[in-house]
C-alpha cells in the first residue's frame, strides 16, 4: 500500500492523482473505473475536468456499491443520483465506452443484481485496467460492505465466486456491493480518506497492512485494502 500526503485543496488534489494514473493508462489500454458515493464524490467534477481530453473511446465506468429501494419506494442517498448529478457523468458519459448505473427502482433485485454480475464479469474480460475509488467509513466498511456478519456469514457472502451481491441492512432495506472476490481483481485502488472523524480508521489501516487475517476482517471490511494495490490520498497524518 503506498500512502500519499495532500496538502493543498484535498479533493482537486485528489482528482489529480487519479486522472493522471487513468489518463496515462487509456493511452494504451481499455480502463474501467468504479465510482464510489460518499465523500468520494466531491472529486468527479474535478475529475471529469481533468480526463475530458484524454483516450474517452477506451474508458468505461460503473458503480461499486449502491442501495436498493423496491420500486415505489422514497429514493434517499443513492449513488446513482448522486453521480448523475455530477461532471463526470454529464460530460463523459456521451464519449465514453459505456457508463453503467444501477436500475436501483427495478421491480426485482435478483434481476439487478445479475445484470451488474454480468456487467462486471464482461467488463473485466476487456478491460485490463481495473481501478476502484473507495472510501472508508467511520465503522471500518468499504465499498458497500459493512460489519455486521459473522465470520461464516461474511466468507459466503464476499468471498464468494459472485463478483456483486446484495444484503439486507439496517439502514437501507437492501444494499447492493461489490465483493472480495471483485475487489481482488483490481490492478489499483485510490482510497480517499479525509476529515478528522476518519484518523481512526487512517491509523488502524497501516496497522493492518502487515497483519491483515482474512478471518477477521467481518469485522474491519477495509482492511483489505492494506494487501491491495492500494493507493491511500489522505491529509491525515
Do not use: W
Amino acid at each position: 500500500m503506498q500512502v500519499k500526503y495532500l496538502t493543498k485543496d484535498y479533493f482537486s488534489e485528489a482528482a489529480e492523482q487519479i486522472a493522471s494514473y487513468v489518463t496515462e493508462k487509456l493511452e494504451s489500454t481499455n480502463l474501467i473505473l468504479l465510482l464510489s458515493g460518499g465523500s468520494t464524490a466531491k472529486t468527479y467534477n474535478y475529475l471529469a475536468q481533468l480526463l475530458i481530453d484524454s483516450k474517452l473511446e477506451n474508458l468505461t465506468i460503473g458503480l461499486v456499491d449502491e442501495r436498493y429501494f423496491p420500486h415505489g419506494s422514497e429514493p434517499k442517498n443513492f449513488n446513482s443520483i448522486l453521480i448523475k448529478e455530477t461532471d463526470l457523468y454529464k460530460k463523459l458519459a456521451p464519449k465514453i465506452k459505456e457508463f453503467k448505473l444501477i436500475n436501483y427502482e427495478a421491480l426485482d433485485m435478483t434481476m439487478v443484481v445479475e445484470d451488474y454480475n454480468n456487467f462486471i464479469e464482461r467488463s473485466f474480460l476487456i478491460n485490463s485496467e481495473r481501478v476502484a475509488l473507495l472510501g472508508i467509513g467511520t465503522d471500518g466498511h468499504t465499498a458497500g460492505i459493512l460489519p455486521i456478519f459473522s465470520n461464516q456469514e461474511f466468507q459466503s457472502k464476499f468471498e464468494s465466486a459472485e463478483l456483486f451481491t446484495s444484503y439486507i441492512a439496517p439502514d437501507f432495506p437492501y444494499r447492493l456491493s461489490l465483493t472480495y472476490t471483485t475487489l481482488k481483481k483490481l490492478t489499483k485502488v485510490f482510497v480517499c480518506l479525509t476529515g478528522a472523524e476518519k484518523k481512526d480508521q487512517y491509523l488502524k489501516l497501516l496497522a493492518t497492512e502487515n497483519n491483515f487475517d482474512l478471518n477477521t476482517s467481518y469485522n474491519y471490511p477495509a482492511g483489505i485494502l492494506s494487501v491491495l494495490p492500494t493507493e491511500l490520498l489522505t491529509d491525515l497524518s
